[in-house]
C-alpha cells in the first residue's frame, strides 16, 4: 500500500500533480482552518481516482501538529509505503511533516514550480540525516480540462458574433498557437463572472489568453486578466498573456500595469494594418507564449 501524505497550502496544483504523477493507493491531506477550501478542491478534482483522507491540523503550532500527524497516520500498517509531499501548506506544517517523514524513515519530495517547470526534487533520510536522492523534471500529467476544473467551475461560453473584426483575430490567434501548444481551448467561462478568450497548456504549465483588437478595452483586458489570476480562481501558477493589434510604445501606462500583474504582452500590429497576422509576427506570438509556459521553441 502507497500512501501520499500531502500538506494542502492555498494553490491546489502541487498537491494534484503528484497525486496524478505517484499515483498513490490512498493520500492524507493534511490541511489547517485556512486551507479547508484547497482540501475540497482537491478531493472534488482527484475523485475516482485516489481515496483521500482529510486530517485537520493546527496551521502554527508544531507541537500541536505532531501527535495529530501520528495519529493519523497510525491507521495504516507498518509496512506501509509513505511519501511525504511538504510543498504544500505553512512552514510550520512543513516542519512538522519532515520530522515524522524523519521517525518513519519515509522519503520526502518537494515540488518546485519556479521556472515554469514542474520539478521534483527527492529526499531519502539515511543514519538519521536527510540526503538528496533525485532532481527530475515532471511529464505532462494534467489535461487543460482537468486543470481548470481543479480551480473553478467552467460554465458553457456565451454566444458571440462571428462576423466582428475581434472574432477573426481571436481565430487567427487560435490558429498560429494550435499548432505549438499541447491544448488550446476557446472561450473560458469561470464561474459565469470571467470570460476569457483562451486558455493554453504546454506539460503541466497552463496560461490564459486575451485577445483584443484596437486600443479601447486593453485595460479591461488587463483586469480580467489579474481578476481571473486571483487565489480564488485559477491562482498564481496560470500564466497570463494579452495578445493585441497595437504598437504598445504610445501605451507605456498600460504596459507598465501589465507588468505589474505579470502579464505578458504580446504585440501584432500587422494584423491591424493588414488583416493577417506577418510571418515574423507569427513567430513572435509561438515564442512569446511558449516561453511563457516554459517551453522552448
Keep these: 500500500m502507497k500512501t501520499l501524505v500531502s500538506l494542502i497550502g492555498e ?11 505517484f499515483k498513490p ?24 481516482q485516489v481515496i483521500i483522507t482529510p486530517c485537520e491540523v493546527d496551521a502554527y503550532n508544531i507541537d500541536a501538529i505532531l501527535p495529530v500527524l501520528h495519529h493519523a497516520l497510525g491507521k495504516w500498517d507498518i509496512s506501509n509505503e509513505f511519501l511525504f509531499n511538504i510543498t504544500g501548506g505553512t512552514k510550520p506544517m512543513s516542519i512538522a511533516a519532515y520530522l515524522v517523514a524523519g521517525q518513519l524513515n519515509a522519503p520526502v519530495i518537494y515540488i518546485q514550480s519556479e521556472g515554469k517547470r514542474s520539478r521534483i ?13 533525485g532532481d527530475e523534471i515532471m511529464p505532462a500529467v494534467i489535461t487543460l480540462d482537468e486543470y481548470l476544473r481543479a480551480h473553478v467551475e467552467v460554465h458553457p461560453p456565451r454566444q458571440r458574433a462571428q462576423n466582428d473584426e ?8 487560435f490558429d498560429v498557437l494550435s499548432d505549438s501548444v499541447d491544448e488550446i481551448k476557446v472561450g473560458i467561462n469561470i464561474q459565469g ?5 483562451l486558455a493554453v497548456r504546454c506539460d503541466n504549465q497552463v496560461g490564459i489568453v ?8 486593453l485595460k479591461m483586458a488587463i483586469d480580467q486578466l489579474n481578476t481571473a489570476g486571483e487565489q480564488r480562481y485559477l491562482g498564481t501558477y496560470t500564466q497570463k498573456f494579452l495578445v493585441s493589434d497595437q504598437d504598445w510604445s504610445a501605451y507605456s501606462d498600460l504596459m507598465e ?7 505578458t504582452v504580446i504585440e501584432l500590429p500587422s494584423y491591424a494594418r493588414e488583416g493577417v497576422i506577418g510571418n515574423a509576427e507569427k513567430e513572435k506570438l509561438k515564442t512569446l507564449t511558449l516561453n511563457g509556459l516554459g517551453k522552448a521553441i
Design 257 to 263: 500595469l501589465a507588468k505589474a500583474h505579470r502579464i
Design 25 to 48: 493507493d490512498e493520500s492524507l491531506a493534511v490541511f489547517s482552518n485556512f486551507t479547508r477550501k484547497g482540501y475540497e478542491r482537491l478531493e472534488k478534482a482527484a475523485h475516482g
Design 11 to 21: 494553490q491546489i496544483i502541487p498537491n494534484l500533480l503528484p497525486l496524478k504523477y
Design 166 to 173: 475581434g472574432y477573426s483575430f481571436e481565430g487567427a490567434v
Design 210 to 217: 486575451e485577445v483584443k483588437t484596437g486600443s479601447n478595452k
Design 121 to 133: 526534487l527527492r529526499y531519502e533520510f539515511r543514519a538519521g540525516k536527510s540526503v538528496m536522492t
Design 193 to 197: 463572472v470571467v470570460e476569457l478568450d
